[in-house]
C-alpha cells in the first residue's frame, strides 16, 4: 500500500503551534550509554524544521520494553535528551521525568515558539503500581486523547513503530484535528514505494536473520513482485530442512515447515536457497568448516558459504532494485560475518541499482562495514518495512490525516 496520499509537516503551519511529535529514540541502550545514535540522527531533520518555524515542540518516544517497575531504572529518556541536546549544538531540551500530569502540562503551558520539551518514555504506561496494564502498547483510549490535549498538531516521525497501534502514535492521532507524517516517516514511505511498488528490474529480495517466523509471511507477497528471493542466513535453514537437507543442529522453526515447503513449490526457481555454509560444532566464534548443502548431526550453520556467495552475487549483478532484510549469519562472530560483508560489498558495487536495507541488525551491520553512503536507503523500522513488504497497512501511518 501506497501512502503519498498522506499530509507532510510541510503542509501545515506551525509557527506558534504546540506540535507533538511521535520520534523514534528507542535505541540501543545499556548501563545509561547510548550504543548507536543513528536514530536520534535520523529525527534531526523534524526537530531542526520545526524550532526553525517557530513551533512549541513536545517530544514523545519509547524506549525498550518495559514490563516492571524495574524496568524504569535503567528505561529513563533523560540522557537521551541530552544527546538530543549535543546534537542540536547545545540547544535546551527541557526534560520532564513524567509521562502525564502537572509536571507535564506546566513544561507545555511554559513552552515559547522553538523550544522543546521531551517527556519521560513513553512505555512508561505500560506499568502502573507494578502492575502490567499496557496503556501506551494497548492504545489505552484515555491515554491518547491525553496526549493529544497538550498539543495542536500531531506529527509521526518514527518509522519504527509505525507498523504498531499504540497509544502515541494512532492514539493521538485518532484525537487530534491536525497531523501529519515527518520528514523522516515521508522519506521512508517515499523510498519503500519507489523500492517495491515501482521496480526497475531485475528485482531482487535478499532475507536473511534469525526470526522464521517474523519473516516468512512477507515471501507471499514478494513472489508476486520480484524476479528473485535470495535467502541466507538463520532464515535459510527452516527451507534447506524443508527441500529435505540434512540441517545438523542448525535454527530451525518445525512449526514454519510446511509453509516453507509451500513456498519452495509455489515459488520454481524464484526463490534460490544457500548451496554451501559455514558451521560449527557451537554457537561461538570458531574457526569454521565448510560443507556443500547437507551439515553433518553435530554441526550447526552459521553463515552462507563461498559457494553461495558466489552464487547470489551471480544473482546480483544485474539487479535494477535489491531489498535486504535479515543478515547471511552471524554477523556479530568474525569468523560468520563473511556472507553479510560480501552480500553487503556486492551491493555496494552495483551501479545504476535502487538497493534498501531494512532490518535492524542487517542495517546495523552494513553501517558498522563503512556503507552507509553506498546504499539508496537504509530504513530505521525493521519490522515496519517488513509489514510494509507484506502489503500490510501501517496503522501509525494510516491515521494520519490525508492531503
Ligand atoms: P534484522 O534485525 O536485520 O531484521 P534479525 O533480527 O531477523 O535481522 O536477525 C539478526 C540475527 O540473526 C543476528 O543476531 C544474527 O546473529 C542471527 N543469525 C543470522 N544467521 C544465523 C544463523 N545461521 N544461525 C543463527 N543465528 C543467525
Ligand atoms: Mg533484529
Redesign the pocket.
Known sequence: MEFTNKRSLKDLKVEGKRVIVRVDFNVPFKDNIIGDDNRIKASLPTIKYLANHGAKIILLSHLGRIKSEEDKKTKSLRVVGQRLSELLDGKVVRFVAATRGPLVEKAVQELKPGEIVLLENTRFEDVKNGELVKYESKNHPELGKYWASLGDIFINDAFGTSHRSHASNVGIASNIKNSALGLLVGNEVEMLAKGIEKPQRPFVAIL????VS??IGVIDNLLNKVDKILIG??M??TFLKAAGHNIGT??FEADKLKEAKAYLEKAGDKIVLPIDSAASRT?ANTKPTYFETDIPDDH????IGPKTVELFNRELKNAKTVIW????????FSHYAVGTKAVAQQLANLKNAFTLI??????AAAISLGFKDKFSWISTG?GAS?EYMEGKILPGIASVQNK
Open positions: 536473511g536473520g534469525a526470526k517474523d519473516k542466513g538463520g535459510a535453514y542448525s535454527l554457537f550447526m550453520g552459521l553463515d532484510n535479515g543478515p547471511m549469519g552471524v554477523n556479530e531494512g532490518g535492524g541488525d542487517s542495517a525493521g517488513l
